[in-house]
């Protein structure tokens, strides 16, 4: 297996709700990452997980909360978001923090 | 000292021309500096990548050519297809941090 499967594709939230986006990978990897994309520009980094432990927070706003039960998966859980929060959130692995990315094909996230 | 500065923003070539994007950095602590296609509405797919100790990799129909000196490197795509039409990012990061930071990204179109 040597992909990074994000659920799900497509998510509509309003103002006051509370959801959570899911990444998984099975290929060992050690280091896991969240990245937000808005249209037309780069993925920015949000959050590093190596050895499950976090290691970098990006100055992320509390509303977004990333979680990480083991080694294979990592959750990012959202909450009271903004209309400007909508983007693509993307989830990512390596062998080690740094090196080797692959990426999922992201959560299209709409907030109304 | 973080940036990754990346040209053109758009490029258009013809059917079987080789495509040229570059990129420039100034933190000489990078030591890998993959690139990625981005489809739209999918995540970044690395395409190849090189580590500053070798000044040139080829895989296929992409080269990376690299320049410790000048702080430069860049990627050539061989007898471009519509189908390599897609969005480009150079990136770099130090391996070990988990910080990934990608260019502002190429839009390349190729005509048949």
């Known amino acids: 297996d040597t992909e990074v499967t994000q659920t799900p594709k497509h998510l509509v939230m309003g103002m006051t709700n509370k959801k959570s986006l899911k990444c998984e990978q099975h290929?060992?990897?050690?280091?896991m990452y969240w990245y937000k994309q808005k249209a037309k520009k780069p993925p920015e980094l949000m959050f590093v997980y190596s050895y499950e432990k976090l290691s970098i927070n990006e100055s992320v706003p509390s509303r977004f909360s990333p979680e990480c039960p083991n080694s294979s998966l990592l959750n990012l859980h959202l909450h009271a978001l903004q209309p400007e929060d909508s983007a693509l959130y993307l989830c990512?692995?390596?062998?080690?923090?740094?090196?080797?990315?692959?990426f999922g094909s992201g959560t299209r996230l709409t907030v109304v | 000292q973080q940036q990754v500065k990346q040209s053109p923003q758009s490029l258009i070539v013809q059917k079987g021309g080789i495509s040229i994007i570059n990129c420039a950095y100034e933190?000489?602590?990078?030591?890998?500096f993959p690139w990625y296609q981005q489809f739209p509405g999918k995540g970044p797919a690395l395409l190849i990548a090189i580590r500053p100790d070798v000044s040139e990799k080829k895989e296929g129909r992409f080269t990376i050519s690299f320049n410790k000196s000048a702080k430069q490197f860049s990627l050539h795509i061989m007898d471009s297809q519509p189908g390599d039409s897609a969005t480009y990012f150079c990136?770099?990061?130090?391996?070990?941090?988990?910080?990934?930071?990608f260019g502002q990204g190429t839009t390349l179109q190729v005509k048949p």
């Open positions: 990512a692995s390596s062998p080690r923090a740094g090196d080797g990315y692959t």
């Open positions: 933190n000489t602590a990078f030591d890998y």
């Open positions: 290929m060992g990897h050690r280091a």
């Open positions: 990136a770099a990061s130090i391996v070990y941090t988990g910080k990934l930071i």
